[in-house]
């Protein structure tokens, strides 16, 4: 399952690139995925909203036994 998020991650980074930011994955567990954003996304406003709408929508549209995405 992890291999599946990562792939997925990898679609989404270069859309995050394009602004300065990125994601990184850490870990799976019990359908919660961790990341973590860096470069222009890191402490940014708009983070959690990224956060939430964008990758952790994703995520659980592919993989149903995703329950949440959370950022560290």
Avoid: H, S, W
Wanted: glycine residues 10%.
């Amino acid at each position: 399952m992890e291999e599946k998020i990562k792939a997925v991650i990898d679609e989404i980074r270069p859309f995050l690139q394009r602004d300065g930011g990125d994601v990184q994955f850490v870990d799976y567990t019990e359908g919660i995925v961790k990341v973590m954003l860096q470069g222009a996304c890191n402490g940014c406003p708009g983070a959690q909203m990224t956060l939430k709408t964008v990758i952790e929508k994703i995520l659980k549209e592919k993989f149903p036994e995703v329950k949440e995405v959370v950022g560290i």
